[in-house]
């Protein structure tokens, strides 16, 4: 295989990787409900999840008040530390949401998504930015990709790339509210299943001690069965109703009136 047809399968895949990379997004939130209703959730881990999904919300919605996308080449704000801002809230949000549910088919499901769907798109679009904008090459090799530096790179112009205003106007223009909207939904989920498991494992409980009460009547039923069959049996005390010697017609019904009714049993051994 040619480097040419190499090049031309990989902008291929990258065009594909954008139109699919939503849909996934949907499908990766159902498979994520779906396990919940295998694992069930714990405070720890849900607790440890915050300290990833919220910086990344707050670094969301802070490079969606800088970016204006396809219009000029953003290096202020978030874009003055990390090239891909939206991404990497993206991977802290995912990465969080995987330690809440401590299951690892998801998180290989979310490795898998970011390999074959991030990585291509994030290459896509900076292919397009080094095409449109002079100064990206300049900007490409100051600020990283995903891993941010520590301070904000500073332009030709000697402009600080931290300098600028966040725009509340871009923020709803991008719709990032959406990502709060979605992180709240898929947290109601976790808390509705934690409620969930705990409810039906009152249940099970529940099930479990009437199963251990009824075996434990049925071995009692055997045994005064075996007790009224012996000849050496004395039966006193009856409630009315009931016959000395008679025990073979006694149903679970009578047994349960003379257990309540406090039948006495001895026994007269030869």
Not at 72 to 99: C, D, K, Q
Request: a positive charge; glycine letters at 10%; one cysteine or more.
């Amino acid at each position: 295989m040619t480097e040419q047809s190499q090049g031309s399968m990989l902008q291929k895949w990258q065009r594909i990787a954008r139109r699919i990379r939503v849909p996934l997004g949907f499908v990766a939130a159902l498979l994520y409900l779906e396990q919940l209703a295998v694992h069930r959730p714990a405070w720890v881990p849900i607790a440890w999840s915050l300290a990833l999904v919220l910086p990344g919300l707050a670094l969301r919605g802070y490079a969606a008040g800088y970016v204006k996308k396809n219009q000029e080449l953003t290096t202020t704000g978030p874009y003055a530390h990390v090239r891909n801002p939206l991404y990497l809230g993206s991977i802290l949000m995912a990465s969080g949401f995987a330690v809440a549910l401590m299951s690892w088919p998801f998180a290989v499901v979310l490795a898998a998504f970011f390999l074959l769907i991030y990585v291509p798109v994030i290459a896509s679009e900076e292919a397009f930015l080094r095409e449109t904008f002079l100064e990206f090459e300049w900007y490409c090799a100051r600020v990283p990709r995903l891993i941010p530096r520590i301070t904000p790179v500073r332009r030709p112009d000697g402009e600080g790339g931290g300098g600028g205003g966040f725009s509340f106007a871009l923020y709803r223009k991008h719709r990032e509210y959406n990502s709060a909207v979605g992180a709240v939904l898929l947290y109601s989920g976790v808390l509705v299943a934690m409620w969930l498991h705990s409810f039906l494992g009152v249940v099970e409980s529940a099930r479990n001690r009437m199963t251990i009460s009824r075996s434990t009547a049925n071995r009692g039923h055997d045994d005064l069965r075996r007790l009224a069959g012996s000849g050496g049996d004395r039966v006193s005390g009856f409630p009315q109703g009931l016959e000395p010697g008679r025990f073979d017609w006694l149903d679970r019904h009578d047994l349960s009136r003379a257990m309540l009714q406090g039948v006495r049993l001895s026994t007269q051994f030869p």
